[in-house]
């Protein structure tokens, strides 16, 4: 490197180095990200008439439930039952597992009432087996083909 170089050099790095920084901007990083607001979107008009021929109330569907406007969780065997009893359907069981955010896994067994509803489609209800509720003598939990799934 020549003198005219490592002139060159040397009052390039002065340059960047006496540059004045912008406090704020390192102040920035320390910040946290704020948490993200974004939310799935949904059709809201689907999921009213869906809820409306289930009887259902209307509920926005929670992605983090595994529900869609079309796959809905109700809470229990006998708000299942209900909508069985309202509109028949298909019934089947399995084994699934479930892993809440920031908790344990553990197996369960989901509960699942299929319709094909006029003008709409392919509907599924769907609850978890909570054996404290009871209700093995209800209407849907008699239709599961494997009600061993459900221990007696």
Do not use: H
């Amino acid at each position: 490197m020549d003198t005219y170089e490592l002139a060159a050099a040397t009052a390039i790095g002065t340059a960047i180095v006496l540059t004045p920084i912008d406090p704020q901007a390192i102040a920035d990083l320390n910040e946290p990200t704020p948490p993200s607001t974004w939310e799935p979107t949904f059709d809201e008009a689907l999921t009213r008439r869906v809820c409306t021929a289930l009887g259902l109330s209307y509920s926005k569907p929670r992605a983090e439930e595994g529900e869609t406007e079309t796959r809905l969780l109700v809470w229990s065997q006998d708000e299942l039952n209900d909508v069985y009893e309202r509109v028949g359907g298909t019934v089947t069981s399995r084994t699934v597992q479930r892993s809440p955010q920031g908790c344990s896994t553990w197996n369960a067994t989901e509960i699942t009432v299929t319709v094909d509803l006029p003008e709409i489609g392919i509907v599924t209800v769907f609850t978890d087996w909570e054996e404290s509720y009871g209700g093995r003598d209800l209407p849907v939990m008699q239709q599961i083909p494997d009600a061993d799934l459900i221990a007696n």
